[in-house]
């Protein structure tokens, strides 16, 4: 006869992937809150005046002790894909942005600004 006892069933639900374009991440005493966030632009060919972006989040929450672990994860994993794929560095692309925005704001420098 089998021992029943001991059997567990349990269903695992997988969550859809997520592409994230930002995170957010903020604190209280006893939460680290993560907003990850995607931002996606949507053409509507019929309005010329206003193209929605939609945006969308997805939250977690975790005790301190868990982040840290996270984190600690991270970096080791981090570390073993630059040692298998090689130095991960900022892309091109965003260099030069950030540049043509430096730039830009250089320009403006006589601008008043309430953000200092």
Known sequence: MEDKKNKVKFDIENGQAFFAD???VIHNPMRIILDFRNI???IDVRNQEYQPLVLRHNVVVMDPYSAKTLV???KKNLANYEKQFGKI?????LKKLEKANKTKRKKKKDTPSYFG
Do not use: A, H, S
Not at 89 to 93: A, C, I, L, R
């Open 22 to 24: 930002e995170i957010g």
């Open 40 to 42: 996606t632009p949507r």
């Open 72 to 74: 600690d994860l991270l």
């Open 89 to 93: 560095t900022k892309p091109d692309v």
